[in-house]
T-cell receptor, first 113, second 114 residues
Framework: AQSVTQLGSHVSVSEGALVLLRCNYS??????LFWYVQYPNQGLQLLLK??????LVKGINGFEAEFKKSETSFHLTKPSAHMSDAAEYFC???????????FGQGTRLTINP | DGGITQSPKYLFRKEGQNVTLSCEQN?????MYWYRQDPGQGLRLIYY???????QKGDIAEGYSVSREKKESFPLTVTSAQKNPTAFYLC?????????????FGPGTRLTVT
């Protein structure tokens, strides 16, 4: 069984500040981990994914995430927030042999000018 | 361009009516999925299909039905038995698990039932 917990349903940062969105997972098999972004009234877009190999994963729009097995975490970061980063972000987990993704509840990111 | 099409973008129905949401993909993906999204609840899986003429219930299948007669198409019917049908519905597709695990999403259909 797999599950995802996103800490903080709403995160607010200033433009230019560090963005940190937290994701912890539980998985009975080696996990595959994903971050998606959703803009209002749109579908989800894949930001980045971890399957195997390098634990620091770089994605689109300057985002990156690090897989930490010992902490069962996959936090999303961006060094400098931009107004266009305002959106909802979802962490998801799957795994070898799994047939579906399990999503977290989402974190709404607000950027203050 | 390859992608997933959902139509219509907005849909309004009267209570007691069945309504069918369209989902088409030209990515040559084998697997397709339907999710429901409500504020603060993330995405909940309704149905998924990994092959034509076969599909499985997800976590909240009650009041919904699907068909998979073609690889490219996976329509969702919201029946009158669904108690709270007003929501944002998202369709997704992927290659089969073991090949690639990420899902690609359509733009969504916002259904309002009054």
């Amino acid at each position: 069984a797999q599950s995802v917990t996103q800490l903080g349903s709403h995160v607010s940062v200033s433009e230019g500040a560090l963005v940190l969105l937290r994701c912890n997972y539980s998985s009975s098999v080696p996990p595959y981990l994903f971050w998606y972004v959703q803009y209002p009234n749109q579908g989800l877009q894949l930001l980045l994914k971890y399957t195997t190999g390098a634990t620091l994963v770089k994605g689109i729009n300057g985002f990156e995430a690090e897989f930490k097995k010992s902490e069962t975490s996959f936090h999303l970061t961006k060094p400098s927030a931009h107004m266009s980063d305002a959106a909802e972000y979802f962490c998801a987990v799957s795994g070898r042999g799994a047939q579906k993704l399990v999503f977290g509840q989402g974190t709404r990111l607000t950027i203050n000018p | 361009d390859g992608g997933i099409t959902q139509s219509p973008k907005y849909l309004f129905r009267k209570e007691g009516q069945n309504v069918t949401l369209s989902c088409e993909q030209n990515l040559n993906h084998d697997a397709m999925y339907w999710y429901r999204q409500d504020p603060g609840q993330g995405l909940r899986l309704i149905y998924y299909s990994q092959i034509v003429n076969d599909f499985q219930k997800g976590d909240i299948a009650e009041g919904y039905s699907v068909s998979r007669e073609k690889k490219e198409s996976f329509p969702l019917t919201v029946t009158s038995a669904q108690k709270n049908p007003t929501a944002f519905y998202l369709c997704a597709s992927s290659t089969l698990p073991g090949q690639s695990y990420e899902q690609y999403f359509g733009p969504g259909t916002r259904l309002t039932v009054t």
